[in-house]
Structure formats: structure tokens, C-alpha cells
């Protein structure tokens, strides 16, 4: 193997493993990958160890604390690779997008960045998602051990220690390790302690599982709905076989024009994406 070949070699070693660090970041309302949602539009590694990374957003509106906290995100567990440098993260085509790169090259927090016009603690935003999806996971393993025929009254008993030693299929596998994922979001996870708690930390009992499961449904099915809605608004708006190229202007205005806001969102509350 020539030099030339070892250098290429390892160029595309560090390049996925930037895809697989931002494969980790999610969409904080969807609780869906940023990369399987097709916002990540390149990441490349310059020949000083730099990374470049580049995204883009369903919307022209998309609320500013949720642009800022996936850009954020995306740059800190890219900066946590050792050979890494510097990260560089560009938000394209957005009302916000030149305040959030600058702020995001300066190495600001939202509030920094956004100064009287953060109402709020972004933090907060970020906490209130993860819950949500704690919830939306832990109703994917609830349901499929329903449906495997553990009981309410073998659930509701269960430890930590006893979910991570059930012999599970391989969607089941994958449910409990993304459940487990976010059970820190409620605080130490200890072995013996339940293994199902509410999103409140309070225990379920036999008979108030099922009301439990129905209302994790829901909001399950909404996050489900917004998601189908941002990969079609994605669609729509860019040709997503160019990055960060518009199908045309007028159909990029349409659409923005449809679903401005009456109020933009540049608080730190809960808000949608449009």
C-alpha cells in the first residue's frame, strides 16, 4: 500500500467517523437523528484536522433555540474526537442563520448569542425534550413487552438490573438500549431501582399502566406526525440531491410564506419547528 493510498485510507476513516458522532445528534422535538433526517448536508476534514460541517432546516422559521441547540450539539461531540482540531458548523438558509454561525464560531451560549432576545434558559428547552423522549422509548418497550406477553404486574415490579438481563429479539434489543439511552435524563440509574418510572420519577402500579401507556401513545403519535411533516417540508423546499440548494425561489417562498409564524421564536419555551 502506498503512502497516497494509507492517507486516503485514513481520510475516509476520520470522515465516517465524523458521520458516526453526528449520527448521535438528534433533533431535540423529533427525537430523530439529524443525519437519518437529512439536515446534515456534508462534513468534511480539512489537511489541518478541521471539520466543516454544513446543515440545513425544513423551514426558513424553524425556531431559533432548536437550530441552536442541534448546531451546538453537532459541534461538541465532533469536538470530542481526538484528532479533531476545530469544528466549524454553518447553518444555511435561515432568518437566524448568520447570529447562530456567529455565535456558534465565537464558542456562545443561545443567551450570548441572542442577548435580550433570548427570553429563558435553553438549558430548560433541552431538558424538556429529553423527556419527551424518555417517554416516546419508553412507551417502544413497554408496547413491544406488552405484546411479548409480560404482564402489568411484572412490569410495573421490574428492576433496571432484570430489563438488561431479559433475553430479547432484536427489535426488542434495540428498544431497551435506546431506553436506556435517556433513563439518565431522571437521574443516576442504580441496577436496583424500577425500571419504569414516569417522566416525574413516580412508580406505575398494575392498574394505572394501561391509562400510563395510552397518554405515552399520544405523545408519541404527535412527534411521529411532526416528523413526517419536517421530512416533507425538507422535501419540498430543497432538491435534496444538491445540499443547501433551493428547488427554486419561488417554491422555497411559497412555502416559507405558508408557515411564518405570527410570532418568531427566538425564546427558549417550547415551540415547533415552524
Given at each position: 500500500?502506498?503512502r497516497?493510498?494509507?492517507?486516503?485510507?485514513?481520510?475516509?476513516?476520520?470522515?465516517?467517523?465524523?458521520?458516526?458522532?453526528?449520527?448521535?445528534?438528534?433533533?431535540?422535538?423529533?427525537?430523530e437523528?439529524?443525519?437519518?433526517?437529512?439536515?446534515?448536508?456534508?462534513a468534511?476534514v480539512?489537511?489541518?484536522?478541521?471539520?466543516?460541517?454544513?446543515?440545513?432546516?425544513?423551514?426558513?422559521?424553524?425556531?431559533?433555540?432548536?437550530?441552536?441547540l442541534?448546531?451546538?450539539?453537532m459541534?461538541?461531540v465532533v469536538?470530542?474526537?481526538?484528532w479533531?482540531?476545530?469544528?466549524?458548523?454553518t447553518?444555511?438558509e435561515?432568518?437566524?442563520?448568520d447570529k447562530i454561525?456567529?455565535?456558534?464560531?465565537q464558542?456562545?451560549?443561545?443567551?450570548?448569542t441572542?442577548?435580550e432576545?433570548?427570553d429563558?434558559?435553553?438549558?430548560?428547552?433541552?431538558r424538556?425534550?429529553?423527556?419527551?423522549?424518555?417517554q416516546?422509548?419508553?412507551?417502544?418497550?413497554?408496547?413491544?413487552?406488552?405484546?411479548?406477553?409480560?404482564?402489568?404486574?411484572?412490569?410495573?415490579?421490574?428492576?433496571?438490573?432484570?430489563?438488561?438481563?431479559?433475553?430479547?429479539?432484536a427489535?426488542?434489543n434495540?428498544?431497551?438500549?435506546r431506553?436506556?439511552?435517556?433513563?439518565?435524563?431522571?437521574?443516576?440509574?442504580?441496577?436496583?431501582?424500577?425500571?419504569?418510572?414516569?417522566?416525574?420519577?413516580?412508580?406505575?402500579s398494575?392498574?394505572?399502566?394501561?391509562?400510563?401507556?395510552?397518554?405515552?401513545?399520544?405523545v408519541g403519535?404527535?412527534?411521529?406526525?411532526?416528523?413526517?411533516?419536517?421530512?416533507g417540508?425538507?422535501?419540498?423546499r430543497?432538491?435534496?440531491?444538491t445540499?443547501?440548494?433551493?428547488?427554486?425561489a419561488?417554491?422555497?417562498?411559497?412555502?416559507?410564506?405558508?408557515?411564518?409564524?405570527?410570532?418568531?421564536?427566538v425564546?427558549?419555551?417550547?415551540?415547533?419547528?415552524?
Amino acid at each position: 500500500m502506498t503512502r497516497r493510498d494509507q492517507s486516503d485510507d485514513q481520510l475516509r476513516a476520520r470522515h465516517d467517523q465524523v458521520w458516526a458522532r453526528l449520527a448521535t445528534v438528534m433533533d431535540p422535538e423529533l427525537d430523530e437523528s439529524v443525519t437519518e433526517l437529512n439536515f446534515v448536508t456534508h462534513a468534511n476534514v480539512d489537511a489541518g484536522n478541521r471539520v466543516h460541517i454544513g446543515f440545513r432546516l425544513p423551514t426558513y422559521w424553524c425556531a431559533a433555540n432548536f437550530s441552536f441547540l442541534m448546531a451546538d450539539d453537532m459541534r461538541r461531540v465532533v469536538a470530542d474526537i481526538d484528532w479533531v482540531e476545530g469544528v466549524e458548523v454553518t447553518l444555511g438558509e435561515h432568518m437566524y442563520a448568520d447570529k447562530i454561525n456567529a455565535g456558534l464560531a465565537q464558542g456562545l451560549s443561545f443567551r450570548e448569542t441572542f442577548g435580550e432576545e433570548a427570553d429563558g434558559d435553553v438549558e430548560e428547552v433541552r431538558r424538556t425534550f429529553l423527556l419527551k423522549a424518555f417517554q416516546r422509548r419508553q412507551y417502544a418497550i413497554l408496547n413491544h413487552l406488552v405484546a411479548t406477553n409480560y404482564s402489568s404486574e411484572t412490569l410495573v415490579a421490574m428492576t433496571i438490573a432484570e430489563l438488561e438481563a431479559l433475553d430479547l429479539d432484536a427489535e426488542g434489543n434495540k428498544l431497551r438500549q435506546r431506553y436506556f439511552d435517556r433513563l439518565e435524563v431522571l437521574g443516576p440509574v442504580r441496577p436496583h431501582a424500577a425500571a419504569f418510572l414516569t417522566s416525574a420519577a413516580e412508580t406505575l402500579s398494575s392498574e394505572s399502566l394501561p391509562k400510563y401507556l395510552s397518554g405515552l401513545r399520544r405523545v408519541g403519535v404527535n412527534a411521529e406526525f411532526n416528523g413526517a411533516l419536517c421530512r416533507g417540508l425538507l422535501a419540498v423546499r430543497f432538491d435534496l440531491e444538491t445540499p443547501l440548494r433551493s428547488r427554486s425561489a419561488s417554491t422555497a417562498a411559497s412555502v416559507d410564506a405558508q408557515l411564518r409564524p405570527s410570532r418568531v421564536h427566538v425564546e427558549s419555551s417550547e415551540s415547533l419547528h415552524g
